[in-house]
């Protein structure tokens, strides 16, 4: 999912932050956790973005239900969502927020797919490949697909390398 421009705003202010506090790793576990709440919650989800209740019921209950779980610093930042009907851009803020920690952290994301699970020497090779290439450290995702029949599809933002065997056959 690529991120709005409002999203990346956010996201770069909770990096600057974190940056500061030193809660950059935090801030990203706080944002992946609920981020996912709001994925697979539907009535949590139909809660923040119901415009009947007020902006004050919605912290109100966000601090009750959150206090303790988050820290000081987020639960602020997600009050400044909701007094900005922003709330409902928590999973787009967390994917810029990834991009732009990937950034500070000089490394990239690359996600791997081959049609059989990838060996410690292969994964360290094509790390090492790859970071090279982006002057990064690389961060490797990986994803079995048995439909390639073969081969490896690389992923690293808008680059797709695709030296599958199903590509090679339907080209033929």
């Known amino acids: 999912m690529s991120a709005s421009t409002t999203a990346k705003t956010y996201a770069g202010v909770l990096l600057d932050i974190g940056r500061a506090k030193n809660t950059l790793d935090l801030f990203l576990e706080e944002l992946a956790s609920l981020s996912e709440i709001v994925q697979t919650e539907e ?6 973005a119901m415009p009947g209740i007020s902006k004050a019921e919605k912290k109100q209950f966000l601090t009750r239900t959150l206090k303790g779980h988050v820290s000081d610093d987020f639960m602020s930042f997600l009050c ?33 797919v ?14 090492l490949e790859l970071g090279k290439r982006y002057g990064k ?7 079995v697909d048995p439909s390639i029949l073969g081969g490896v ?3 690293a933002g808008d680059t797709v390398i695709d ?9 033929l």
Not at 89 to 99: D, F, G, N, P
Not at 114 to 127: C, E, H, N
Request: glycine content about 2%; charged content about 35%.
């Open 153 to 155: 599809i690389l992923k």
């Open 114 to 127: 081959t049609s059989v699970p990838i060996d410690d020497a292969l994964r360290s090779r094509i790390s």
């Open 137 to 143: 450290t690389i961060i490797l995702e990986e994803r």
């Open 43 to 48: 009535q949590f989800r139909s809660f923040l």
């Open 80 to 112: 400044v969502l909701v007094d900005n009907d922003r709330q409902s851009e928590i999973q787009e803020i967390e994917s810029a927020y990834r991009v732009l920690l990937d950034d500070e952290k000089k490394s990239a994301r690359v996600t791997v």
């Open 163 to 171: 030296g599958s065997v199903l590509t090679r056959v339907r080209a």
